[in-house]
């Protein structure tokens, strides 16, 4: 009887013959991504830094999970998007309540989760407060999982604060990716983010909270660079108060060494009680963020394959697997086997090979086509790659831009899924359109007459011609077909 693994979602064989169908068929519930980088595009010791760090690294997102364990809920700082009943803002989606562990729970947790989703190999710590204020529950929980689960990478996501106080043990422990969130480097423009910051047994207001915030953080900075530890800069862009002043962001976190920079939209509610919510203040359309984002493009590389994930999110990151892994379902003695996940990466090794050479050859053939048009394709995909969602499953659609330049990966647009047991509303139809604003043409596994017609009426072509090809192949395809080009002559 073959072994039986979980893939995401799915559960398949363990045979490689399976296993690799499993992939073309959506084993990755996530897909592609932000920053466009492969083996070939960074020296080797960089890329075997981040390979398999989902966030990190475009490619690996296809194939790695991450889960964060909700064990340091304190903060030193207010923000005012963020509601303290609510999650980490920073690095996750605000509205959602964690499970509060303790590190011994946590253990148990990432135990469970091991032994289940072989994609996984990253443990974050996002909070719901600040891993470095709450240090001492994050780095014995780090200390636990290394002891048992020793190939695991660690993890953590800080407001700066607080951590130039532990730089030297987040070195010593081996965590080689912080993710520090800076959304200025003028004071001036941080009190209009931070009411009030908690520093040395005081409560600071004003440009004074403003001041320590960035100076420390400037700090972290510098000591993180001095270890050579990665560092991702998240910024919230907040729409009339820094969203000019992230380029400034930009260039001086670039200077001091950060490895990616993540812009994130504001996301701003009432019902989430925050400041900005009950003040009014928006968060960015699509079409700003990726504006901002393109004026960027130059700068330290960026990270657009976010999805501003909860602080106890489990999976890959198009996914969210928390719930099948509360505390009541995880046992007492829970005992870690690696054999899922290193069946898993054998296999994966293989099939991540033959994708990366596709994505190549795509990029390739619309650079050799020279001046043509720039195009932005919404991609149905449940993961592994290839196009392989129908239109009316899709929660969520990933955006590429094609142009003489290549292929990129820009980001994602969520939509509500339009057919629920075998009926689609029109409604949800509109709304799906409405978060496709500016897109050219959605390529799916599948798309009927109905949802095809009412796209095409808003200027968005779709189709399933490329059902279940590598997604790169797959706009290329597309792609020279558009501009009456055969893709064998390219090659030619
Ligand atoms: Fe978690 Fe963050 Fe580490 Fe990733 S998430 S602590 S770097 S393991 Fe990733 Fe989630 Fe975006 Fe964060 S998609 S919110 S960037
Ligand atoms: Fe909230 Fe995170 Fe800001 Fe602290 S750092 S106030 S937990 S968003």
């Not at 820009?410 to 009926?423: A, D, L, N």
Request: charged fraction near 25%; proline fraction near 4%.
């Amino acid at each position: 009887m073959a072994q039986l693994i979980s893939l995401g979602s799915l559960t398949a064989p363990t045979t490689a013959e399976s296993m690799r169908e499993a992939l073309k068929d959506g084993g990755c519930s996530s897909s592609s991504c932000g920053s466009s980088d492969t083996a070939n595009d960074l020296p080797p010791e960089l890329w075997d830094r981040i390979k398999d760090h989902p966030c990190y690294s475009e490619e690996a997102h296809h194939y790695f999970a991450r889960m964060h364990v909700a064990v340091a809920p304190a903060c030193n700082i207010q923000c005012n998007y963020c509601n303290r009943k609510y999650d980490c803002a920073n690095e996750s989606r605000p509205g959602v309540v964690s499970e509060k562990l303790t590190p011994d729970q946590a253990l148990r947790k990432v135990i469970a989760v091991a032994n289940e989703v072989p994609q996984f190999s990253v443990l974050g710590i996002a909070g719901p407060g600040d891993a470095c204020y709450d240090w001492r529950k994050t780095k014995a929980t780090f200390e636990l999982v290394s002891g048992e689960i020793p190939d695991v990478k660690l993890c953590i996501s800080s407001n700066g604060l607080a951590l130039p106080d532990h730089v030297d043990e987040i070195a010593a422990m081996n965590i080689d990716h912080v993710t520090l969130t800076i959304n200025m480097v003028d004071p001036e423009v941080g009190t209009k983010i931070y009411p009030w910051i908690f520093y040395k047994n005081k409560r600071w207001t004003g440009i004074d909270a403003a001041r320590i915030l960035h100076e420390r953080q400037m700090e972290s900075l510098d000591l993180l660079a001095a270890r050579k530890i990665l560092v991702k800069v998240n910024s919230v862009m907040i729409p009339g108060i820094n969203d000019e002043h992230l380029i400034e962001v930009n260039r001086v976190v670039k200077e001091k060494g950060a490895f990616l920079h993540n812009i994130m939209p504001l996301i701003s509610d009432p019902a989430h009680g925050t400041h900005f919510g009950l003040t009014g203040q928006r968060g960015p359309t699509a079409m700003e963020l990726k504006a901002l984002q393109d004026q960027l493009s130059d700068g330290t590389k960026l990270m657009r394959h976010c999805r501003q994930c909860r602080a106890d999110a489990v999976g890959l990151l198009g996914e969210d697997r928390g719930q099948e892994f509360t505390m009541d379902q995880v046992g007492e003695d829970v005992v870690y086997d690696p054999s899922k996940r290193e069946a898993y990466r054998e296999i994966v090794a293989v099939e991540r090979g033959e994708h990366v050479a596709k994505r190549k050859e795509a990029d390739a053939e619309l650079k050799a086509m020279g001046e043509t048009g720039s195009v932005l394709i919404a991609v149905a995909t449940k993961g592994g790659g290839r196009i392989n969602q129908h239109f009316g499953h899709a929660k969520e659609f990933q955006v590429y831009e094609a142009s003489a330049k290549g292929i990129e990966f820009i980001g994602h647009r969520k939509v509500e899924q339009y057919c629920e047991g075998g009926w689609g509303e029109d409604a949800t139809l509109d709304g799906v359109i409405e978060a496709l604003d500016g897109i050219d043409v959605v390529l799916c596994a599948k798309i009927g007459d109905c949802p095809k017609d009412s796209l095409t009426a808003a200027g968005i072509a779709a189709t399933d011609d490329h059902a279940y090809d590598w997604i790169e192949a797959g706009i290329a395809a597309w792609y020279a077909a558009r501009y009456g080009v055969e893709p064998a002559q390219l090659s030619a």
